[in-house]
């Protein structure tokens, strides 16, 4: 009974350093149906070194699905236990398939047959392309910042949807003017080009709130004649009762003011007669370019030359326009610093006169002067009799009536804005 039991385990011993001496795939993916590039290397890794003879015999053979054998290029690794097979030279077909055959006739180099054949289908993959792009189209409101967007979503071969680079024909649209914008942008590996449509819409803009007049409003201290002229010897045009609301127009020295009545009678009082309020704040919200060339377009300003100018006494700024009635564009603008509310720059429409390199009067003078209502001027900001600058106020309410401006935007005035050219003033 021992030695049936001696010669079993033995037996199993043999077996079994017969199998561990098999020769065998120690390393590849067989699994079917892999999807590989069209240039596939596969690397079969024995378990024993094989002669290179081997490869020459069809041991190792891949077919297509027609049953073609493939002329695939077969090397083997410096210590002859690797086979590398790379693809034919013009590569896989995309979307074919494929089988990877291992013959069970390959032997190593000591003579030991392969355990098992082996086979892998495989097929080739084929490239993802961009199916489709969708166009764009967006709506804007008129002066909305816009910048076209960087990545467009497309479509893919492999049913996948993925945000792409996309290069406009151009970087910024001019979104003040109202219409249809169309940009051209190009996506690497397609080929039609996409198209973004954007469409500004107008503004329907309620100027009433955004340009606001300036008159100044003051109260009569007593029951006050107004006059035809500066005497209370001139007629007497109507009667201003203590208390009521008056609008100051203009002043002549502080000493008599020319008003309009709440039921419209204009004449002239004496200084006394109205309690003036304090200049008030100046309203530092800006229009931008948009507001500023709709509001003088939709009212339908005229200008004897081509350009107007609007002095807008609420933000003490002064706005050039180049262009016709309905078609004018921003030119430049210009702080400035307009009469205090005891003595007011004169609102309304009137027209460049003429001009002068310097005036000085009392003790005062400026730079530049370009007359648009009699005495009313543009002009420098204040100096004394030698050209040095007295007062450099500007942006808020500080004259006796004319508009100041810096030396610089003086003389810009004085050089380009010729007689007749319209000056509004709000």
């Not at 970087?171 to 190009?186: E, F, Q």
Request: net charge positive; aromatic share 10%.
């Amino acid at each position: 009974m021992k030695r049936v039991c001696k010669k079993i385990f033995f037996g199993l011993i043999f077996m079994v350093f017969i199998m561990s001496k098999s020769f065998n795939v120690l390393a590849v993916n067989l699994q079917d149906e892999q999807k590989v590039t069209k240039d596939k290397i596969w690397t079969i890794t024995f378990n024993y070194s094989i002669l290179s003879d081997e490869l020459a015999h069809d041991n190792i053979t891949v077919i297509n699905d027609q049953g073609q054998k493939m002329n695939v290029i077969l090397e083997l690794s410096e210590d002859k236990k690797k086979v590398i097979i790379k693809p034919p030279i013009d590569g896989y077909v995309e979307g074919g398939k494929y089988q990877l055959n291992i013959g069970d006739k390959l032997q190593s180099i000591e003579g030991k047959p392969l355990t098992k054949a082996h086979s892998i289908m495989f097929v080739i993959e084929k490239p993802v392309s961009i199916l489709k792009v969708n166009n764009i189209n967006l709506s804007i409101k008129q002066g909305q910042a816009y910048i076209p967007q960087k990545k467009v979503t497309v479509d893919l071969s492999n049913g996948i949807r993925q945000d792409k680079d996309v290069i406009w024909d151009s970087s910024s649209v001019d979104t003040t003017k109202v219409g249809i914008h169309t940009l051209k942008g190009k996506v690497e590996g397609y080929e039609s080009e996409v198209i973004l449509t954007l469409t500004i819409l107008k503004i329907e803009v309620n100027y009433n709130d955004l340009v606001k007049a300036s008159p100044v409003i003051a109260t009569i201290s007593r029951d006050s004649d107004l006059y035809a002229q500066m005497s209370t010897k001139s007629n007497r045009l109507a009667l201003a009762k203590k208390g009521v609301k008056v609008e100051v127009i203009k002043d002549s020295g502080y000493k008599w003011y020319y008003i309009k009545t709440n039921v419209g009678k204009y004449g002239w009082v004496e200084a006394d007669s109205l309690i003036i309020p304090n200049d008030p704040k100046t309203n530092t919200v800006r229009l931008s370019t948009a507001q500023l060339e709709g509001y003088v377009n939709v009212k339908s300003f005229k200008s004897n030359t081509k350009y107007f100018m609007w002095v807008d006494l609420n933000r003490q700024i002064v706005n050039v326009f180049q262009g016709t009635e309905g078609k004018y564009k921003l030119l430049k603008t210009m702080s400035c610093a307009t009469g205090r509310n005891i003595s007011p720059t004169v609102r309304g429409t009137f027209a460049i006169q003429n001009r002068g390199a310097w005036f000085f009067k009392g003790s005062s003078g400026a730079k530049n002067w370009v007359a648009w209502n009699e005495q009313y001027l543009f002009h420098s900001i204040i100096m004394d009799a030698n050209g040095n600058v007295k007062d450099y106020t500007l942006g808020k309410r500080a004259s006796a009536g004319c508009i100041r401006l810096s030396i610089n935007d003086s003389k810009w005035v004085y050089d380009n804005m010729p007689n007749g050219t319209t000056v509004w003033v709000n």
